[in-house]
């Protein structure tokens, strides 16, 4: 179950190439990546299976430059 799952830290997951960014704490992660994520989504994925970690989501987000505004000014 998810409670038995190890916990993950973020130098981990910021080793799986592709990811720019990482934010997050406990078990909730947010991996930002630049350009096509193809290769990122599946390197997550990978890295998920390999350590035996539950994936319960993974959704791409994209930032609009209003968004990206609004984030850096509130």
Known sequence: ???DA???YPKK???IPGIDN????GRQWQLTVS???T????????FAAKNDIPLLEL???NS???NIFHELTF
């Not at 990482?22 to 704490?25: F, L, P, Q, R, S």
């Not at 290769?39 to 990978?46: I, P, T």
């Open 1 to 3: 179950s998810l409670h």
């Open 6 to 8: 190890l916990p993950i």
């Open 13 to 15: 997951l910021g080793e």
């Open 22 to 25: 990482v934010e997050g704490a």
């Open 35 to 37: 350009g096509d994520d």
């Open 39 to 46: 290769e990122a989504r599946r390197a997550v994925f990978q």
């Open 59 to 61: 959704r791409r987000q």
């Open 64 to 66: 609009s430059l209003e």
